[in-house]
């Protein structure tokens, strides 16, 4: 018999950004989150688990391939595997007549359909699938909280990942983190035209990576100890009801105003965090003035809504009806990618200059 699984896992983007930790060890964040969770179709990490079970070599042993090659394991992967075999152990000496599982080694591959170099949250649906394979091959049975409690060792934003629609994470206020925990506020089909464009500014580009940068950040940013206390709670607050009553402008606002906050803290780092750069600057501006015009014809205060994760690359929300319009706007707007912007034309044509 073979004891193996497959999973795939969305990718989700933040609208309330965590960033910071107040445990490294048990991965609870210095602040509450949310996020959406984009279609799995569209971007996806996939990954099998075998159980090797007639191993007869060194046990409790894991091999990974990302993408195709061999990867070394992370301190974090090693221990999340370990976490969900010390489970399976309990699991085995409850009932001997379950397969000895625990030990043996695993073969982890885990593929994603988009480039893991354009800078996109990869780690968020690689880890929430790994750990939702691994519970399965390893047949522990867990429901959902708990694989997202799991994920959450290997990747906080992962934690996220488990659920569709809007997600919320919970910071919670125990030590031992067991309320620090992801919460659906909204299905995916509650707010059915809300959409997400991605734009790459940047698939090369390699930045600091989240870890070390929000390390340094609690570390050193008096700014981030303002938005921790002062800011977030009022966000998540009254963006948990912007969504509940899909009111567009609030949550626009609310996200824009929550992404340049996370990278005025970014800035706020000693050494300062740079994750926007020149591109990055002009779609704001562009979004920003956009806005501004379409407000006049369709008295909505915003259409579209920018966000930015630790990379240069432009996440927008926006409505289905707007899509098109948006699409043709940016596509005009920077003709031969996104390094070359030629403005001119596009402002006469929505009025911009
Ligand atoms: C800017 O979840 O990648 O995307 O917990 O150290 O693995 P670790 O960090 P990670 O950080 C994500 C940061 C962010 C904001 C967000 O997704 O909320």
């Avoid at 996440?315 to 996104?338: I, M, W």
Wanted: hydrophobic share 45%.
């Amino acid at each position: 018999r073979i004891y193996e699984a497959t999973a795939s896992a969305p990718v989700n983007i933040a609208v309330i950004k965590y960033w910071g930790k107040r445990s490294e060890a048990l991965m609870l964040p210095t602040n509450s989150s949310l996020s959406l969770t984009l279609d799995q179709d569209q971007l996806q990490s996939k990954t099998t688990v075998r159980v090797v079970v007639d191993a007869d070599g060194k046990e409790n042993d894991a091999a990974l391939w990302l993408n195709g090659n061999r990867e070394k394991l992370s301190g974090r992967v090693t221990a999340l595997l370990a976490r969900m075999r010390a489970l399976r152990v309990t699991k085995e000496a409850k009932d001997a007549s379950i397969p000895r599982l625990a030990s043996k080694p695993l073969l982890i591959a885990s593929v994603n359909n988009f480039p893991t170099a354009a800078g996109l949250a990869s780690s968020a649906s690689g880890l929430a699938c790994l750990a939702f394979a691994v519970n399965a091959a390893l047949q522990l049975e867990l429901p959902p909280a708990d694989i997202s409690a799991l994920a959450r060792l290997g990747s906080g934003s992962a934690c996220r990942s488990l659920f569709g629609g809007f997600v919320a994470w919970d910071m919670g206020s125990k030590p031992d983190g067991s309320d620090s925990v992801a919460r659906q506020v909204a299905s995916e089909t509650h707010w059915p035209n809300m959409c997400a464009l991605i734009l790459v500014a940047s698939a090369t580009q390699k930045e600091m990576p989240s870890t070390a940068g929000m390390q340094t950040t609690v570390e050193t940013s008096p700014l981030l100890q303002h938005r921790i206390q002062a800011v977030v709670p009022d966000r998540m607050a009254a963006i948990e009801k912007a969504i509940a009553a899909r009111d567009f402008d609030s949550f626009a606002e609310i996200t824009m105003r929550d992404s340049n906050q996370f990278h005025a803290v970014c800035l706020d780092t000693f050494p300062p965090i740079f994750y926007l750069n020149h591109v990055s600057h002009r779609v704001i501006s562009l979004i920003t003035m956009y806005n501004q015009v379409k407000s006049k014809s369709n008295g909505r205060k915003y259409t579209v809504a920018y966000t930015f994760d630790a990379g240069p690359n432009a996440v927008l929300y926006l409505l289905k009806e707007d899509v098109a319009e948006v699409l043709r706007l940016v596509n005009s707007y920077f003709p031969n990618g996104v390094d070359a912007a030629s403005s001119s034309a596009v402002d006469e044509y929505y009025g911009l200059s």
